[in-house]
């Protein structure tokens, strides 16, 4: 008997809720991809919970500090509660083995396709994984979906999130 009591939909971030500028750290620049507001909503309404995993190695090569990305966080949710919809949680890796931040310039455990962030989500919100959904754009987000147990649905770029979400998570 599984007594996991929640499912989840992770979502990747840059390229698959938002356009991947890179190294994205301002709220200015942050722009939506198409029905990426609605996707999370009709996840939210499904009674998943709904969780961000992203690699943000730009902390690790200086380019922003941690507070940006939390900063950033803060703002998305606001925006999606404009629709009545949340994230429940974001998780992200600031390691980069090429940093020049000396306290995240290093191999880690956490970075995608590393599934370490999945499973802490799922232990912090009791999650059953082999319910649970990853969608991401890139192929390193469908190894991470592999590693962790999860379903993987591959978001192609451009594409509705909404519509993707919607064929494959009911
Ligand atoms: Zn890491």
Redesign the pocket.
């Known amino acids: 008997m599984n007594s996991k009591k929640y499912k989840a939909v992770f979502f990747d971030r840059d390229g698959t809720l938002n356009v991947d500028t890179h190294y994205l750290h301002l709220m200015e620049d942050f722009i939506w991809t198409p029905e990426a507001r609605q996707a999370v909503k009709y996840c939210n309404d499904l009674g998943y919970k709904v969780i961000v995993i992203t690699n943000q190695s730009g902390i690790a090569r200086g380019y922003y500090p941690p507070s940006d990305v939390m900063d950033l966080h803060v703002w998305m949710n606001q925006k999606l509660s404009d629709i009545g919809a949340h994230l429940d949680g974001i998780y992200f890796?600031?390691?980069h083995v090429k940093g020049t931040i000396s306290r995240y310039a290093r191999e880690?455990d956490?970075?995608k396709p590393s599934p370490k962030l999945v499973f802490n989500a799922a232990q912090d919100f009791d999650i059953d994984l082999s319910a649970s959904y990853f969608v991401g754009d890139s192929d390193k987000d469908m190894e991470c979906a592999k590693n962790a147990g999860v379903t993987g649905i591959h978001y192609q770029y451009g594409k509705s999130l909404l519509k993707i979400v919607q064929e494959n998570i009911r």
């Open positions: 890796c600031p390691h880690c956490c970075r």
